[in-house]
């Protein structure tokens, strides 16, 4: 499916550049957008450095485990294919509290060091796992409690009460989250679902 | 809100604080360990490159060629047969550039706030939607990319179908809550 929706975006961007005489488009974004993902990832470096010496602090001290175990019950039905005690657990936990606490500068370390862990225990090596596709459907759906971003937009665009809307988001996110775990489920059972 | 507001201001401080001393506690080498840890930082920032700049391209092309537009229109007539509210097509853009881009999904649903009003439906509707789901294909790339996964099996549609469920809920809640 990947295949299909990159090349769909990128064949049918250069048909509608066409068409409309602005074909310069295609060349400036491309380059634009090129420089773009290399400037994201070199500037995560830091960042990604600082939380995975942490990482591995925590670790050695035996705090990931404590928090794995501590959420063992909630992790059991959503990961079964993970052994208990395992790194990745812990790492998992730790991404999506970031995320609930809208600390997005600390959820992407987290996150990359549990799809490190989680490739380890990957037999597949170039194809996704169960359990790997599980957190991404977390991760993507993960409530953030206090969206700061838009409530800041709210508040310059003159809002009676820009905080009104954190209780439809939570609902919608909520929604989103339910529907994430109860589809992986199904998709889970069905066993090697390809798209 | 206020308190939730706070654990997040000090969540960092006490990340840094507990853990180090924690592992301190428990005999652990903590600056040794902590540099050999953050050794990795390098090189998964850039195992991510490639796959970034992948989906970025056909991301950007996609947006600044218009054909994000000519989709919004296309779409437009499914919600005309489901019997919506005529103005909620007004909405489509923000909910295709959602999974693509974080930064073009902001940058639309300030221009429904600014062009409507923050307080009117259609503003709280974008509020809600923009802080409901995240950028899906953006999340996937950079976390299958930095393992070298290429097959993202069912994930992608996983993903969507989370995306698809947060709309369809914000409009329901905005409707329901707001009028």
């Known amino acids: ?195 | 809100m206020n308190i939730i507001a706070e654990i997040s201001r000090w969540a960092i401080p006490a990340f840094l604080l507990l853990v180090p001393l924690v592992a301190y506690l428990r005999k652990v080498k903590v600056y040794e360990v902590f540099v050999t840890g953050a050794e990795g930082g390098f090189w998964t920032a850039v195992k991510i490159i490639p796959y970034l700049v992948g989906m970025l391209v056909a991301i950007k092309v996609f947006v600044d060629s218009g054909a994000i537009d000519i989709l919004a229109y296309l779409v437009k007539p499914v919600f005309g047969f489901f019997g919506l509210r005529q103005d909620l097509t007004q909405i489509i853009p923000l909910a295709i550039m959602r999974p693509l881009s974080g930064s073009g999904a902001l940058g639309v649903a300030t221009q429904i706030i600014s062009e409507h009003g923050p307080d009117s439906f259609l503003g709280r509707l974008a509020s809600t939607m923009q802080g409901s789901t995240d950028t899906t294909f953006f999340v996937l790339a950079m976390y299958f990319g930095s393992v070298g996964i290429k097959k993202y099996r069912y994930a992608l549609k996983l993903g969507l179908i989370a995306d698809i469920t947060g709309l369809v809920a914000s409009v329901y809640i905005v409707s329901k809550v707001f009028g």
Not at chain 1, 18 to 45: C, F, H, P, Q
Not at chain 1, 138 to 163: C, D, E, M, Q
Request: proline fraction near 4%; charged fraction near 15%; charge should be positive.
């Open chain 1, 1 to 195: 499916m990947v295949n299909a929706v990159w090349l769909f975006l990128l064949v049918s961007g250069i048909i509608v550049a066409a068409l409309t005489g602005r074909i310069d488009v295609v060349t400036n974004s491309a380059m634009a957008a090129a420089k773009l993902g290399v400037e994201v990832a070199i500037s995560l470096i830091g960042i990604m450095s600082l939380w995975l010496g942490l990482m591995r602090l925590a670790e050695e001290a035996g705090l990931v485990r404590a928090l794995a175990r501590a959420l063992e019950p909630l992790t059991r039905l959503l990961f079964p294919s993970i052994p208990r005690d395992h790194p990745a657990l812990g790492a998992m936990i730790l991404n999506i509290s970031a995320n609930i606490l809208g600390l997005g500068n600390a959820a992407t370390p987290f996150g990359l060091k549990a799809m490190d862990e989680l490739q380890k225990l990957n037999q597949g090596k170039d194809e996704a796992s169960e359990a790997m596709c599980t957190f991404l459907a977390l991760n993507t759906s993960a409530i953030t409690l206090i969206p700061a971003t838009i409530i800041a937009v709210r508040l310059k665009a003159g809002s009676a009460n820009p905080t009104e809307i954190i209780g439809t988001t939570i609902f919608a996110t909520g929604c989103a989250m339910a529907a994430a775990i109860f589809v992986d489920y199904l998709f889970r059972r069905r066993k090697g679902g390809r798209s």
